[in-house]
């Protein structure tokens, strides 16, 4: 019984800030909330919900926003650590990479905020090198705000991706990548060949954790862009928030937000399952 | 087939040299063994030839051609490293199929000349499994077969048999000794194992601190080693190295006494193979430490006032520990070696 007791206060704490709000926002969603009054609803909100627009839309935008910027980021972060994973300043200092990560998200949120609208420094610049003739809106148009949001993404969580590449490539065996040389292969064909497809598990799980994190981005579009223009930038967080805390619609935001679970749930299971599968094969 | 040639070559870390001037002239077919305890250089030399590690000074040629400043991808060498170094996501065909690929083989070519390298290592059955369903010896031979898939000038080997249990290496060894025979393919072949080196090498290179020691054939450097270092290096067990004084004729040590060249004096090392020695005779007086009997043989430890010596005794011979003993040495079969190493008389 003692060990119970020992970690009995841990699980309960656990139990009531994961667990507790889980299952309340499933029985929530079977009721129609305004404030004290629920009424039962049963399947209401989500048959509602297959039917809105705004719903589908702003599942489209989460999926456009964060495909890209996941794409992205892995782009990056993989071709970066490709070509200095092997250099002792990384070796030594790859933490400091991991800078733009330790900043709070509304801090980040409100410097891009800053330097795409109300402090024109992106206009500025482009201006400066002549890109661009006039400041450029970057709310008037749904391609550029859904820039702005990706742009900061792709700035503070790249890192994260570039570090555990860095840390998966200089994982691997030097004996591999020498004997791959003197097979004839070139940098770019080890890359491809072996070093990739080795590093297949690991991409996987490390662009799963990312894309999970990103399909619920709420900071950044509640700063930069709420949603603007016309819900171009508004993704499933948003969405649910404006159900939830400006509409005060809390069955159909609780009813939205075990759908999204849902939905992460089995995208997540599917690529995981599917590139593991493959690997082992 | 080509031959190879370092010339004056060093190669340094920082403040410290891996390999001091070193020259050697491998000539071509020739099967050459870089023998050397652990940090001796021989490793860094082979990395050399390569094109894994550039020379800081001297020049590599293979096949008359000066290699410093071509890429190791550009070489004509194949490398089977000590950890086998096999693509782990890669099926053993294609492992075997990677050089073809990355050399423009025609791909006409590829299935044959795949089979027929599996063949020659007899890795047949196994073509279609990861590197990861195989044991140690099947990997081994895997990095054999790719290596010699694409028919180089050169083979690099770098302990490779390093990983493997003892009867494993045995077998692995005459089929690596055939297989070269086959092939002509000049081979530099690097160990810490006097039996590899011994039994694989028609000429082997003895290094120690970044610098050659000996270079001859196996039967040459055992029967005439050049320094203290090659002689307790080679044989097992290896040479009894004793510290003692000669003077007249005769040298003396404690416990031990024998006739050397009239013309040595001071300190000089005595050496004589445990097979040279035998139980009863008069040239060394001490106390058995150990008696080992191995079945074909009887390995016996004497200890006399500040050394230990080895001796291969009868199958028979059986001592109880610390009993007063007698030994003999052939003494057509003495070695002399003067205070820096360097052999100065005998046999």
């Given amino acids: ?17 994961t667990l507790y709000p889980g299952l309340f926002a499933i029985y929530q969603s079977l009721f129609v909330v305004k404030f004290v009054n629920w009424s039962w609803a049963g399947l ?40 200095c994973y092997r250099d002792s300043f990384v070796r030594g200092w790859r933490i400091v990479f991991l800078m733009p990560m330790l900043f709070m998200p509304s801090a980040v949120a409100f410097i891009w905020k800053l330097a795409f609208n109300d402090g024109r420094v992106i206009s500025d610049l482009l201006m400066s090198v002549g890109l661009v003739s006039n400041n450029v809106d970057w709310l008037s148009s749904i391609w550029l705000a859904r820039l702005t949001l990706i742009v900061a993404d792709v700035w503070q969580w790249t890192p994260f991706l570039f570090i555990i590449f860095v840390g998966a490539l200089q994982g691997q065996d030097e004996e591999i990548e020498e004997a791959a040389r003197l097979d004839g292969a070139s940098w ?11 590093m297949r598990p690991i991409i996987v799980v490390a662009v799963t954790l990312r894309g999970i994190d990103i399909t619920t981005m709420f900071t950044n579009v509640y700063i930069m862009t709420q949603g603007t223009p016309g819900g171009a930038t508004e993704t499933m967080s948003y969405f649910i928030y404006r159900q939830g805390f400006r509409m005060f619609n809390f069955g159909y935001a609780s009813a939205a937000s075990v759908l999204m679970l849902f939905i992460t749930i089995v995208v997540a299971q599917t690529i995981v399952k599917r590139a593991f599968k493959s690997g082992k094969s | 087939m080509a031959s190879i040639l370092l010339k004056n070559i060093v190669k340094s870390f920082g403040s410290f040299v891996g390999v001091q001037d070193m020259n050697l002239d491998i000539v071509d077919e020739e099967f050459l063994v870089l023998l050397g305890p652990s940090g001796c250089g021989k490793t860094t030399t082979m990395r050399m030839i390569a094109g894994l590690e550039h020379p800081t000074e001297g020049e590599i040629r293979i096949g008359g051609e000066l290699m410093n400043d071509i890429d190791a991808r550009d070489r004509d060498v194949a490398m089977v490293f000590q950890g086998y170094a096999l693509y782990p996501n890669m099926s053993i065909y294609e492992n075997i199929r990677f050089p073809l690929r990355m050399r423009q083989v025609p791909k006409a070519q590829h299935d044959e000349r795949i089979r027929r390298a599996a ?78 080196a011994m039994t694989l090498a028609d000429r082997i290179v003895i290094m120690n601190k970044g610098v050659i ?95 230990t010596v080895e001796i291969k005794a009868g199958r028979e011979f059986r001592a109880p520990i610390d009993s007063a003993i007698a030994v003999g040495f052939d003494t057509s079969r003495l070695y002399f070696f003067g205070e820096d190493g360097a052999r100065v008389g005998g046999n």
């Avoid at chain 2, 044989?235 to 040595?264: D, E, K, W, Y």
């Fill in chain 1, 44 to 83: 209401g909100n989500y048959m509602r919900i297959i039917q809105d627009r705004e719903f589908w839309a702003a599942l489209g935008n989460t999926a456009i926003i964060g495909g890209l910027s996941l794409g992205l980021q892995t782009t990056i972060a993989m071709t970066v650590a490709f070509f």
């Fill in chain 2, 213 to 307: 020691q000996q270079i001859g054939t196996p039967d040459d450097i055992y029967s005439n080693p050049a320094n203290t270092f090659v002689a307790g290096f080679i044989g097992s067990p290896p040479m009894n190295l004793i510290a003692g004084t000669a003077q007249n004729g005769t040298f003396s040590a404690a416990g031990a006494r024998v006739p050397c060249p009239a013309n040595l004096s001071g300190n000089i090392t005595l050496g004589i193979r445990p097979e040279d020695c035998l139980v009863g005779g008069d040239n060394l007086q001490g106390l058995v430490y150990g008696v080992e009997p191995t079945g074909d043989i009887t390995y016996l430890t004497v200890r006399t006032a500040n050394k």
């Fill in chain 1, 188 to 198: 770019s064909s080890i890359f491809w060949n072996i070093s990739l497809p080795m």
């Fill in chain 2, 119 to 196: 063949e020659m290592v007899e890795l047949g059955p196994f073509l279609e499994r990861k590197p990861g369903a195989l044991s140690g010896g099947q990997r081994q031979r895997a990095a054999l077969a790719r290596a010699i898939v694409r028919q180089p000038q050169v083979f690099l080997m770098d302990e490779p048999l390093s990983n493997l249990d003892a009867k494993l290496r045995a077998s692995m060894r005459v089929q690596i000794k055939h297989m070269q025979r086959e092939l002509k393919v000049t081979t530099v072949y690097v160990t810490h194992d006097q039996i590899e």
């Fill in chain 1, 1 to 17: 019984m003692f060990p119970y007791l020992l970690v009995g206060p841990a699980v309960l704490y656990l139990l009531a800030i």
